[in-house]
């Protein structure tokens, strides 16, 4: 079938500078190619009437070439040979991989039957074939060189170390029919015909495991990551660049980030998951690695690795032939690398190490800004809500949808409010925890806190510092204090004074979760488990912005001791470890402990706020004896408070035990409310709980 009409139509609707300067090397190829033909051969062929033009015509579009091939249609724009553009797609490709002429010409003649697949027969009738064939290495020494010195010399294009073979811009017949070397048949590679068409496309064996990123926002990255890539990825120099090893956190984003900072270069971005390639032989290995480069430097695309360290423990015996590979100037590569993942080093090429950089709480917030939908309340806090989530350009189209949806279940008729975008928010970011923590969802709030005013205040304080932390480390205060910019606290006192409540309180009011750690399952008596585990759940809480809570911390961080043993030396790396990790954590972390003196009082100056809960007093205790009873519980009238204030020092969790009892009491004898009676039997059983026998 002949295709020449549909590029007949790109031509005609397109006029594109690449078309125009690519067409009319495709009409000097052509051109030589018939030229070649008439000269060779005398035979008639009535298959190719239409397609092959007279001698005549031939050597009179050689001294005078319409600037396109013969096959597209007549009303196709007529463009001059001489009208070359100062760049084009076809020009990059001669300069990214360095071709000379011969090459560019073997290159063109390759291509010729992707346009027209009338081109395999003249290919046969010129090399004498009985079957329609492609061009041999034979032939394009005929058409291209002038005498035997130089078709020996241009033998060279064809060996394994040249572009054309070993950045597989050709495609080797690999069932030659002839033992003869310069017989071999070849088409030009079709990742190299859908690039010079501008189409955005992959080469099916690799649509497995590669993909070309679609950028979300082009300019949506952190302002840090140009400035930690820009001289090593978007500087133009001959120098071989760096392997790049961009560290972070899965799902943070990086891919999109990268390839939006390079879409602002006008640049693309493949990105290529490796652990999909590790269960091959190593001579598919190798093949594919060589297609995977020849997409990226066709481009001049960025290519980002995901898994290399992966791919690299799994196949050590191809890193020295994969630095070869790589050690290329016009390549730009970025490996993914998780916190902690163990670093691959190739031989004979320089890497480099960049922590991913976050996007700041305004650059976020202007993210968010933009996106909201028309039918948004005005009150939205974009600030608000992004100092107190992780989200990016690839999550937050999502988001919004979401937070759509569950105002449409909230309210069909209104309009979207914060609360559903705090919703879908709070659901994108929850991390699983598995065994070492467990996700507590705030119930109670400010109100219901009943403390004393002076730990009234010093909750008020840490939530002020919630909300200004990222406001004052925006300027310069960052750098002059350099490190311990999180926020930390520690609640000491006796067990029931509030402690944990106090914790929920505050999660519930900035809007998150309480991430409560079961110390039972952190805490390992083999060496460097305990580490590991603390590790993951800082990690893991990093991305899910809850308040992190550990209870009765003084059981994992305690005091340090002096070293006797190796049993004692980890133990003192685990608080430092943990020291470390407080310090750096960008959310809230409260500790919570029964008895201060137990902790290393290593951890005094590195806490933000110290504050000790004690028994409540009389006022306090009646307050909570008259708030702890909910509306459909009635209370008997010979209930005094005041008196039950009074009569015994308890704590808020004891009256809440008493509440609970008496109630039952009340219930099981048929009482329609709970009486003073029910209420002084339960503060005995709670009062003999903790061993006070009398009031």
Known sequence: MNTAPVFSDLFKQNNDPNLVFLFSQLERIDLVLQYHFHCRSDQKVDLLDEFLLSEEDVIARLDNPLGKPHWLSDDCLVIPQTVTPVASRLTDLIARFELTDFERDVLLLGLLPH????????????????????????????????????????????????????????????????LSWLQTSFITDSSVYHFLLGHHHITPALEYCAE???????????TGLKQALSHVLLSEHDNIRPVTL????????????????????????????MAKLADNDDKTLFSQIKSILRETLIRGACLLLR???LFAEQNKQLLDSLSALLNQPELRIICLVEPYSPLVWLKNIATLLIEMPIFTAVEKARLLTARLP???????????????????????PLILQEAQLYQQQRDPLGILQQCDIRKALNLRVQQNFGQLAQRIIPKRSLKDLLVSDEIARQIQEILTA????????????????????????LFYGDSGTGK???????????????????????????????????????DLA??????????????????????????????????????????????????????RSHLDSAFNRRFTFITRFTYPNETIRKKMWQAIWPKNIKISQDVDFDKLAQQTSVTGANIRNIALLSSFFAAENSHNEVSNENIQIALERELAKVGRLTF
Not at 246 to 256: D, E, F, N, W
Not at 380 to 396: C, G, H, K, V, W
Not at 513 to 529: F, M, P, Q, R
């Open 115 to 178: 346009f027209d697949n009338r081109y395999y027969q003249l290919f046969a009738l010129i090399q004498k074939e009985q079957q329609p064939c492609l061009p041999s290495f034979a032939l394009t020494l005929e058409l291209f060189c002038r005498s035997v010195p130089e078709k020996q010399a241009q033998q060279a294009s064809f060996l394994h170390r040249s572009p054309l073979i070993g950045c597989q811009l050709l495609f080797i017949d690999s069932h030659p029919k002839t």
């Open 212 to 222: 070309w990123i679609t950028p979300t926002e082009i300019g949506s990255y952190p």
């Open 246 to 273: 961009l560290q972070g956190m899965a799902g943070s984003a990086r891919a999109y980030a990268v390839a939006n900072m390079m879409a602002s270069e006008q640049r693309q971005t493949l990105l290529v998951d």
């Open 307 to 309: 898994n290399f360290c």
């Open 374 to 396: 028309n039918n948004c309340s005005n009150d939205i806090d974009a600030i608000a809500l992004s100092q107190r989530y992780a989200f990016n350009p690839e999550t937050l």
């Open 466 to 489: 919630i909300k200004y932390r990222e406001h004052v480390l925006t300027g310069e205060f960052k750098d002059k204090i350099g490190y311990g910019t999180g926020i930390s606290a």
């Open 500 to 538: 944990t409540m106090a914790a929920e309180v505050i999660a519930n009011h900035i809007g998150v979760d309480l991430i409560k750690v079961d110390l039972s399952t952190v805490v390992n008596k083999y060496i460097g488990e305990t580490e590991k585990n603390l590790s993951r759940i800082f």
């Open 542 to 595: 990093e991305q899910d912005t809850g308040v992190l809570f550990f209870d009765e911390a003084d059981a994992l961080f305690g005091k340090r001791s002096e070293t006797k043993d190796a049993q004692d030396r980890h133990a003192n790396i685990e608080v430092s470890y943990l020291l470390q990790r407080l310090e750096n954590f960008p959310g809230l972390v409260i500790l919570s402990t029964n008895n």
